[in-house]
Each structure stands twice: as C-alpha cells, then as structure tokens.
C-alpha cells in the first residue's frame, strides 16, 4: 500500500508540517486551497497544500489517467528586458538562449565557477521582447541575487538590461485531459502550442495569462501565469469540468520522479555538475563552442574524461528507498547514495535515483541499498520509469 506520507517525506529537505504558519509566505490561493480541504504544509518557506480530499495514490492515479491542478505559485517567476538580455541571460546558463525562436522556452541551469548546478530553470524568448524565466522558490532569493548583481554589473559597463520579478500566480494543469479542457476557454488552438512554448492568451475570459506548454509531471500538461488578483477565479472555472482533481506536493513529488524529472536539493545542487546529473543535453552545441558559460572548463573535460559518478534510476524490491540511503556494490562496499526515491503508484514497485560511482552506472547493473542496515537488491534503471507524453509536433 502506498503511504502518503512516505512519499511526502522526499518532496524536499526544506518540506516540513512543524514550521509557524505565521512565518510562511502565502500563495494568492491560500484560502482556496483550505476550503477545498487542502492539508497545509512548509515547503522553501511558503505553506502548500500536500493534499487535498483524495488520497495520494488516487491523485497521483487521476493525474496520470485524467487531469490535475497544482498551485506553483511559489516559483520564481522573472523578467529580462533590454536589448541585451540574451547576453545577460547566456552569461549564467548553460543553454543556448538566442538560438531561441519567439514564444519557444528551454530548460537550462545556472552554474558556479566550478561546474556546480546553482539552480534549474525555464527560459523563454517571448515575442514581447523579454525573457520569462521560472525559477525554484527554494533558489528564489541565490537566484534573484545572482541575476541583479550580473544586470548591475553589466549595465556598469554600458550594457541595456532590467529585471522585473512577476507577482502573478502561477497554475499547472496536468495530465492527458488538459488539452480538451483548456481549448474551452481559449480561442487559440492548442494543437499549435507544442511542449515548451508559450503564448499570451485570455483564458476563461481571465485575459494576460501566459500559457506554457511544459510541466513536472511528464504528461501533457500546461503552465498558466494569471494575474494574482484573478487566479483564485481561473481556478475555480477550471474547477468546473469534473475531469479535473486538485492536486499538492505528494502527487507532484512521485509524479515527477516517476518521470526522472531532478528535484533541486535533492538531486542536484552546488556539488553536482550538468555531466554528474546526466543533464548534458541541456548545453547549447554552440555553447560547448564559445565555452563562455560559469563553469565551462570543468563541464567540458568532465565530458571528455568522463565524471567519477553518475545519476541513475534504481527499482528495487522490498521496503521503500529513501533519499541518504547508500548504496553499494557487489562486495558490498558503499558506491553512492540515494537522493530521491518512493513507491511507484503506476508500477506497483520502488524507484529511486541517485549517485552511483561510474563504473556502475551501466544500465541492468545490480546494486544493493541499505535498508535500516538491511540489504535490499535494485538494479539500474533506464529513466523515465513510466513514459512521458509530452507533446510534440511532428
């Protein structure tokens, strides 16, 4: 049976129900959430529901199967304006911003001078003439100190930028429903809007939502920038086609890990690097070129000599693993840990990733976790566990 606080526990270092409420900040859906019976959590310092009246699994199922709405309102979401935001922007990640195509997004990372993964983010080079990046509330305050001290530093030396931090609510509708749900509040046809691009748009008469085709469950599924004012009213019009459950952090954790989508903190971090977390594809060809990104040098060989570890996908048998747990190999020694795992509810078994020293990350490679000092067989996995349906044009 699969336990909703056991998946809960891995959503994130910083998840916890003991913080004051009064210390929390409050998404513009605060009062909604709670009248739908949402169960309030601490999570990166703000309160969000882990569920609501439907158990974990039976969320989790539903999204897959159906349609779900999530409360991301706590993301970062900024803006780039100026004539060289594609500059500001490239001098902190690793992505190829300008080869961009209007209203089209990428995911990318901001990086150290060391390699290490600073945060991830959604970029997109909107046909308004800036840049929308989306951001983790857990990074929010390195992230915008990262980007206020690089637009001061280059508007120092002449350069056009300026930065706008959105205060609009954020809305994910999730699952292999969404499309049919939407199109009858949008005049626009979504079969245009492939995954990861982008379009301003009314939406349920709510006019100025940006609609984003992406999301971090691996279905189909869309991300609505809404007016704060206004966003308690979209859900609830959302809320009217009975396809649609609401769903929190326990859905959104074991959703996206079935989908080997990164939790940051988790997964990756300061001390991982885009070759370690097998994120080498989020690197712009030209940007490998130019070598002109934080922590090109050390990227770049460790893509030629290869890294000393690797992220992995793990199924295992026996009691769940969990994030810390180490890992080991055939004699027994410890080769890595776990950084993220929970029972599939989609595969009725335990999955997990984590760090594996590289000689062991080969796919079908037996391992063993540490169980409460048990020792419990997985084997290495090819990711995502479960198939993803984003939506592509072809």
Not at 8 to 18: E, H, N, Q, W
Not at 46 to 75: G, I, K, N
Not at 248 to 257: F, K
Not at 260 to 282: F, H, K, M, Q, R
């Amino acid at each position: 049976m699969l336990r909703v606080g056991a998946a809960v526990r891995l959503a994130s270092p910083r998840l916890g129900f003991a913080e004051s409420a009064d210390s929390l900040t409050k998404t513009p859906l605060y009062d909604f959430h709670q009248h739908y019976g949402g169960k309030m959590v601490a999570f990166a310092g703000w309160s969000l529901p882990v569920q609501y009246t439907h158990s974990h699994l039976e969320s989790h199922l539903h999204t897959r199967q159906h349609c779900s709405l999530f409360d991301v309102s706590h993301m970062l979401q900024t803006k780039v304006f100026g004539r060289d935001r594609v500059k500001f922007l490239e001098s902190l990640v690793v992505g190829d911003i300008a080869e961009l195509k209007p209203n089209q997004g990428t995911l990318s990372l901001f990086t150290n001078e060391k390699g290490g993964i600073i945060d991830d983010l959604i970029a997109t080079s909107t046909s308004e003439q800036h840049l929308y990046v989306v951001s983790n509330a857990g990074c929010r305050d390195k992230d915008l100190a990262l980007m206020q001290d690089k637009a001061k530093e280059m508007r120092a030396t002449g350069c056009d930028v300026d930065l706008e931090v959105s205060d609009n609510a954020l809305l994910a509708l999730q699952g292999p429903a969404m499309a049919r749900v939407l199109q009858a509040g949008v005049s626009d046809s979504l079969a245009k809007l492939p995954f990861m691009s982008s379009a301003v748009m009314g939406v349920f008469g709510v006019q100025g939502c940006r609609v984003t085709r992406c999301g971090y469950t691996g279905e189909d599924g869309v991300e609505i920038s809404v007016p704060a004012s206004r966003a308690v009213e979209l859900a609830e019009l959302l809320l009217k086609d009975q396809t649609v459950w609401l769903a929190g952090l326990a859905a959104r954790d074991s959703l996206r890990l079935e989908a080997g989508l990164c939790l940051y903190g988790n997964d990756i971090d300061e001390s991982t690097t885009p070759v370690e977390a097998s994120l080498i594809w989020t690197l712009g060809k030209r940007r490998r070129i130019t070598m002109d990104f934080p922590g090109a040098h050390i990227i770049l060989s460790q893509i030629k000599e290869k890294p000393k570890r690797k992220r992995v996908g793990m199924v295992s048998t026996g009691p769940p693993i969990r994030q810390h747990m180490s890992i080991l190999g055939p004699e027994g020694k410890i080769i890595g840990e776990v950084t993220s795992g929970c029972p599939s509810p989609c595969l009725q078994k335990n999955i997990a990733m984590g760090y594996v020293e590289s000689e062991h990350s080969k796919l079908s490679t037996s391992i063993t976790v540490e169980v409460r000092k048990k020792s419990c067989p997985a084997v290495v996995t090819k990711m995502p566990f479960v198939p993803t349906h984003y939506y592509i044009l072809k």
